[in-house]
C-alpha cells in the first residue's frame, strides 16, 4: 500500500468526561490561538467489515497496513441518510481516505440492510462497490458531536468528540437504532496535521494535560458489543 502525498497524520488522546474543562482550558490558552472552524456537527457512521471481522483483527494484530470501510452521514437523523462512503486507510502512522458520494438514500424503519446495500452500489464507481462487496456486514452504527479546531496558522486541527453512542447491527436485519450498547463516557482529542508539520504538532501538543492513547472508535464499540 502505497503512501499518498496528501496523507496526514493523526495523535489521538482520550479522557474521561469530567476533563472537559481542562481541554477547553488548554485551547483557549494556547500560543497557536486555536479558534473554532466550523460549527459543531453530529457525526453517524455505519462500520462495514467481512463476516471474519478483518478489520477489527488487523487493527487488534496492529498491521501497519489496514482498512475500515463506513457510511458516515451528518445531521439530526440516525437512520442512514445522503452522505459518503469512506475507505479509511492507513500505513504505519499515515492515514488518507478514499470517498464516494451517496447523493439518494430513502430510509425508514423498514429498510433492510440489504436494500441500503443495493441502493448505495449504484452510486458508487467499480473500485467502491468491490470495497463494499467485500465488506458487506453492517457491525455497528455509532455517532458522536464532533467539534472542530483550527490554529491560526491554518497548520494544525483539533476536533473534540462527545457522546459518543453505539448500537449493535450484527444480528438485525434492519437498522437498530433502539437498543444501544454501554459505553463509558469519554471525550476523544484528535490532533490533525499534513506530515510535513510533525515537529509543529509535536510542539503544539506539549502541555495537553491528557496521555496520548492508541484508540480506535471501531474497535472501542465492537470490543463493547460483543
Not at 423498514?110 to 473500485?127: F, V, Y
Request: proline share 5%; with cysteine; glycine share 4%.
Amino acid at each position: 500500500m502505497l503512501v499518498p502525498d496528501g496523507a496526514r497524520q493523526e495523535i489521538k488522546f482520550v479522557t474521561n468526561r469530567r476533563d472537559t474543562d481542562v481541554v477547553y482550558q488548554w485551547l483557549r490558552l494556547h500560543p497557536l490561538a486555536f479558534s473554532e472552524a466550523y460549527p459543531m456537527r453530529t457525526v453517524h457512521n455505519i462500520y462495514f467489515d467481512t463476516l471474519e471481522y478483518s478489520a477489527y483483527a488487523e487493527n487488534l494484530a496492529g498491521v501497519s497496513d489496514r482498512t475500515k470501510v463506513r457510511y458516515r452521514w451528518y445531521g439530526d437523523s440516525l437512520l442512514p441518510s445522503p452522505g459518503k462512503l469512506e475507505i479509511k486507510q492507513k500505513r504505519n502512522q499515515y492515514g488518507w481516505k478514499l470517498l464516494y458520494k451517496v447523493k439518494d438514500l430513502p430510509v425508514d424503519d423498514r429498510t433492510t440492510w440489504t436494500e441500503i446495500r443495493n441502493m448505495i452500489a449504484p452510486q458508487l464507481d467499480h473500485e467502491g462497490r468491490l470495497w463494499l462487496e467485500q465488506n458487506p456486514w453492517a457491525v455497528m452504527i455509532n455517532h458522536y458531536r464532533r467539534f472542530y479546531y483550527l490554529s491560526a496558522c491554518g497548520r494544525i486541527r483539533i476536533t473534540l468528540d462527545f457522546d459518543q453512542m453505539v448500537w449493535d447491527q450484527r444480528k438485525n436485519p434492519r437498522p437498530n437504532i433502539r437498543l444501544k450498547a454501554n459505553l463509558p463516557e469519554t471525550v476523544v482529542v484528535e490532533c490533525k496535521f499534513d506530515r510535513a508539520e510533525r515537529q509543529l504538532a509535536t510542539q503544539v501538543l506539549h502541555g495537553l494535560p491528557i496521555r496520548v492513547a492508541r484508540h480506535s472508535k471501531y474497535m472501542n464499540a465492537v470490543t463493547a458489543i460483543i
